[in-house]
């Protein structure tokens, strides 16, 4: 801690370790390959700790990453994000190295694909279950055309159906995120039936966080992708996904300021190093993090009634009773608890394992 | 535009030099030295630009910041934020090789600068004029402390009085900034008043885009120190202190996937890219930003009705008119117009001048 002089991501290994184990387990009793996404923490270090516990294949969002995990051993990987043919070069170059699996939604790409692909690649069609980010409606016209596109490819060979349920992220508790997961299931597992016989080791494949996390089992899916489980953070504290102390990041942060007479202490940690994700804090507030002290072993419980209430780009306000905030001064850290961890993560590239 | 496959910025250097060139005019007519804010660009090619047009002061918000920019060239350097006791190092090894200003506002600091620092800085009391982020009001007694403190430091010079109007952020239009700007030149005079007898040197300092913009000149002060006006963003136009040509960057993000049942293109180009800073749009929507058609030479005029509605890691939501989107194909470009371009240029690191 003492060599720490600006904001720098604090990782909790012995807690990330146990959400791994626990979704891990929670994969094998389900009978379900588990594919963790890779985007939260974009790590190395992260990626030995899922080695360690069975895990060879994962999810990136972005060839830049799959670049990078290739490049450190990583040999299975689920591109899970619409193909952009502007990396096609890249692409090719990837496919040439590992098992890589792309997610196509639309003829034209598709066709952009059979046109262009120089090697071998998996094809996940992209369907939306009611997320509406991406993805095809399962009753879209355009699945039977990309399946037959596919059929005839003999660059192409299709995987399945793979959905990112990310309207869990905008539920009100546990029994409407489950229904979530049920009815995805339910969508995917139909879509399976109908092009089962065409294609006999398509699967199907599902994956976000909090429904995840909140189910006792996967049963019925073939394959899960969740992926902020790792660190989790303070929305999915709020969603009911987790608890606090399942909270693996604290971003490590010098107290720069102290304002008794605002009830405020500044700190070096702003948009820039926290992101400006907020959610609506327990008073109707806007918050940006839960404030924590640093302890030798790692970080205290959350300090009551403190909580990060403004972020510019390398300043962070953090809101905090006076009783609280006359033990803190100038050259001290703060560790925030982030709202977002996958962006947090991303931003503080300077991260240290307590 | 051809060689883009991934989100980058678009800086128009045309503009962003017109840009420049309008307020070092408003800085010579007024009469005040014109210290820039760097952390808008963090750019070399930016700073040549500046230098074309006589700036050889700058301002910067993180020793980071402070060193990337001495190692290239630049002397004369304000750290306008306030002092972090544990880059002291940092700060000792910088003071070494250009002219280095901090930020003080608590004794507490000031003595522990006086302890630690090796070699001579300037100081500036951070004053807060009404934006309560940080700083001491003009009344507070920890000012004359401070002030004591330096005068009989061998170390530090006091420079004089330094302020950031933030609030003009939040203002109502134009009248309301020109009085923020009008009230923060009070507060800081009188200051001035105050210590002039026993520090003939001290200048008042004064920095914030809107107000600097709006402003038909800054007379009065004797330094202003805005930023964000070298590329402008959609936060800006809203606030009034530009128009849309004025803005000088984009963000070009190529397009994944198109869906005219939902009148919506998804873009590469997500939280990672653009930052999740956010304004109400025209119409009480939440929007991240404008979207246009990069042009051999730029950009497009905003596409009507189009705006960036909703981002992920890496995805982007972009609402756009069916009759407009229909011109639109995966593999093609989007621009984004930022809301806030300090955070968008921060985080794209990878950037074309067009």
């Given at each position: 801690?003492?060599?720490?002089?600006?904001?720098?991501?604090?990782?909790?290994?012995?807690?990330?370790?146990?959400?791994?184990?626990?979704?891990?387990?929670?994969?094998?009793?389900?009978?379900?390959?588990?594919?963790?996404?890779?985007?939260?923490?974009?790590?190395?270090?992260?990626?030995?700790?899922?080695?360690?516990?069975?895990?060879?294949?994962?999810?990136?969002?972005?060839?830049?990453?799959?670049?990078f995990f290739a490049a450190n051993n990583w040999h299975d990987i689920t591109l899970a994000f619409p193909v952009n043919p502007r990396e096609i070069k890249q692409i090719n170059k990837l496919a040439t190295s590992i098992n890589l699996n792309l997610l196509v939604e639309s003829v034209y790409v598709a066709e952009l694909l059979e046109k262009n692909l120089t090697g071998n690649v998996g094809i996940f069609i992209k369907i939306d279950v009611g997320y509406h980010r991406t993805g095809l409606a399962p009753s879209d016209p355009e699945i039977e055309k990309i399946t037959k596109l596919l059929k005839s490819s003999s660059k192409m060979q299709f995987r399945g159906f793979l959905t990112h349920a990310g309207h869990?992220?905008?539920?009100?508790?546990?029994?409407?995120?489950?229904?979530?997961?049920?009815?995805?299931?339910?969508?995917?597992?139909?879509?399976?039936?109908?092009?089962?016989?065409?294609?006999?080791?398509?699967?199907?494949?599902?994956?976000?966080t909090p429904s995840c996390?909140?189910?006792?089992?996967?049963?019925?899916?073939?394959?899960?992708?969740?992926?902020?489980?790792?660190?989790?953070?303070?929305?999915?504290?709020?969603?009911?996904?987790?608890?606090?102390?399942?909270?693996?990041?604290?971003?490590?942060?010098?107290?720069i300021a102290v304002h008794p007479e605002r009830e405020e202490i500044v700190i070096y940690g702003g948009a820039v190093h926290l992101s400006k994700e907020a959610i609506e804090g327990d008073n109707g507030f806007k918050m940006f993090g839960y404030v924590v002290a640093p302890t030798p072993k790692g970080w205290s419980k959350p300090i009551a009634g403190a909580y990060v209430s403004g972020l510019s780009q390398e300043h962070g306000i953090v809101s905090m009773p006076v009783k609280e905030l006359n033990r803190f001064k100038p050259g001290d850290l703060l560790g925030i608890l982030p709202i977002h961890s996958c962006l947090t993560a991303n931003l503080l590239r300077q991260q240290v394992t307590v």
């Open positions: 801690m003492n060599s720490i002089s600006k904001p720098t991501l604090l990782i909790d290994t012995l807690k990330a370790e146990r959400n791994i184990k626990m979704m891990a387990e929670k994969a094998r009793r389900s009978k379900v390959i588990f594919r963790p996404h890779f985007k939260t923490h974009q790590s190395i270090e992260m990626g030995n700790l899922y080695r360690k516990h069975g895990i060879d294949k994962i999810t990136v969002s972005s060839v830049e990453m799959a670049q869990t992220y905008h539920t009100k508790g546990r029994e409407e995120t489950l229904s979530i997961l049920e009815s995805a299931k339910q969508q995917l597992t139909k879509l399976k039936q109908k092009y089962i016989a065409g294609f006999p080791d398509i699967i199907i494949s599902y994956g976000d996390s909140m189910a006792e089992n996967c049963n019925g899916f073939d394959e899960i992708r969740p992926g902020n489980f790792v660190y989790y953070d303070v929305m999915q504290y709020h969603l009911g996904s987790c608890s606090l102390d399942d909270i693996a990041v604290a971003a490590a942060c010098p107290v």
